[in-house]
């Protein structure tokens, strides 16, 4: 996956909906937005707000996990799209006294990704086939906001 060409993205947008949570992701020239169950959506939220809630959520106890054995989260890739169907590959980086430093590949939800790599602050990826096939969603985001202020 290394050779292939990548956008780097960011989270720009997380707002609610009537099925769950819009995800809006960003390279400063195009916006693309795809949907996620309401309470990854609030858990995504939260760690780009600042706000620590009281008890560790369960990306919060994965990210505790993977720092106890010497890992982290490189990146997170979105690699394609079926339908409305998004999928990601999170790469996870794991060195310690016990082993060398080995690199692993998952298969893993974008929203699980988008979890674990803003509480690692690790860079989001689009691959660049799969970026250039999705509508700009700029103007969609734009009214949404004009909506809410």
Same mark, same amino acid.
């Given at each position: 996956? &290394?050779?292939? &060409?990548? =956008?780097? #993205?960011?989270?720009?947008?997380?707002?609610? !909906?009537?099925?769950?949570? *819009?995800?809006?992701?960003? @390279?400063?020239?195009? #916006?693309?937005?795809?949907?996620?169950?309401?309470?990854?959506?609030?858990?995504?939220? *939260? %760690?780009? &707000?600042?706000?620590?809630?009281?008890?560790?959520? !369960?990306?919060?106890?994965? &990210? +505790?996990? $993977?720092?106890?054995?010497?890992?982290? #989260? /490189?990146?997170? =890739?979105?690699?394609? =799209?079926?339908?409305?169907?998004?999928?990601?590959?999170?790469?996870? %980086? *794991?060195?310690?006294?016990?082993? /060398?430093?080995?690199?692993?590949?998952? @298969?893993?939800?974008?929203?699980?990704?988008?979890?674990?790599? #803003?509480?690692?602050?690790?860079?989001?990826?689009? $691959? +660049?086939?799969?970026?250039?096939?999705?509508?700009?969603?700029?103007?969609?985001? *734009?009214? $949404?906001?004009?909506?809410?202020?």
């Amino acid at each position: 996956m &290394s050779d292939e &060409s990548k =956008v780097k #993205v960011e989270p720009v947008a997380l707002m609610p !909906t009537s099925a769950g949570c *819009a995800v809006f992701l960003g @390279d400063g020239d195009k #916006v693309i937005v795809f949907y996620i169950e309401p309470a990854i959506g609030a858990s995504i939220n *939260a %760690v780009m &707000s600042g706000v620590k809630p009281p008890r560790p959520l !369960t990306h919060d106890l994965f &990210s +505790q996990i $993977l720092d106890a054995f010497g890992a982290k #989260v /490189e990146r997170a =890739v979105i690699v394609k =799209v079926e339908g409305d169907v998004f999928y990601a590959r999170l790469f996870i %980086v *794991a060195e310690n006294e016990i082993m /060398e430093r080995k690199v692993i590949e998952i @298969d893993a939800r974008p929203s699980d990704c988008l979890a674990l790599a #803003v509480r690692q602050e690790a860079p989001i990826y689009v $691959l +660049q086939h799969v970026w250039d096939d999705l509508r700009d969603m700029s103007d969609v985001l *734009a009214e $949404l906001k004009d909506k809410g202020e």
